[in-house]
């Protein structure tokens, strides 16, 4: 079946500009998270969904960052007034439910703030 | 707080050799542990993960890992490499704290078979 997939697969931009990256998850999947993963550094956790609700968002760098899923299937991953170092590959993962489910990781969306 | 290290950032090895990936982790609350590995141009792809009992686990590709508590290690280990093995590993754990089904990844190990 279709995996987890990731729009745009690649992202430039300028710095100031505001950015949206999507994330379709497996179909009936209800935990979604969010990762970002930098230049030469292992995946880092932003948030985590499960259905429609931002059931963890503590590793949101600031404000400048927003995630939603209304409908509790696709995301949508938000960047307002985008910095240099918010350069990087933001990966989407998707999994049945919670506890020992495995984690499906989509391609990713290298972002490039100019 | 959790931390996962990886001691190697690149390990090179030649096909058919044995190879150990290193992985520590830091927890004040019991754990779960995982290996993922990204291919080039690929997406993060479960290895193996160690949830209860066995604390020698066996994942895809003939890939193994051994849980040690006292140590707070889960190292990786394969006793014959391909070269289709390269790809970079990463070592995670999720917190049983009951918050969230987060993943905590190290930094990578770079797997490089050489012929």
């Known amino acids: 079946g279709a995996g987890v997939s990731q729009t745009p697969s690649n992202k430039v931009t300028e710095k100031g500009k505001y950015v949206e990256l999507r994330c379709d998850p497996i179909s009936g999947h209800t935990a979604l998270y969010w990762y970002r993963q930098s230049l030469g550094q292992g995946p880092e956790f932003l948030i985590y969904?499960?259905?429609?609700?931002?059931?963890?968002d503590s590793g949101l760098p600031n404000d400048r960052f927003f995630a939603v899923r209304p409908e509790g299937s696709v995301s949508t991953l938000k960047i307002q007034r985008t910095e240099r170092g918010d350069s990087a590959v933001y990966l989407c993962a998707s999994s049945e439910s919670v506890g020992t489910d495995t984690q499906y990781f989509g391609p990713g969306t290298r972002l490039t703030v100019l | 707080a959790q931390s996962v290290t990886q001691l190697d950032s690149q390990v090179p090895v030649f096909e058919e050799a044995p190879v150990e990936l290193r992985c520590n982790y830091s927890s004040s609350v019991s754990v779960y542990l995982f290996w993922y590995v990204q291919y080039p141009n690929q997406g993060l792809q479960l290895l193996l993960k160690y949830l209860s009992g066995s604390t020698l686990v066996k994942g895809i590709n003939g890939f193994e890992a051994e849980f040690n508590k006292s140590q707070t290690s889960f190292h990786l280990r394969k006793p014959s490499v391909h070269i289709s093995d390269t790809a970079e590993y990463f070592c995670a754990v999720t917190p049983l704290d009951g918050a969230t089904n987060k993943l905590i990844f190290g930094t990578g190990t770079l797997l490089a078979v050489q012929p």
């Open positions: 969904f499960q259905g429609t609700g931002a059931a963890d």
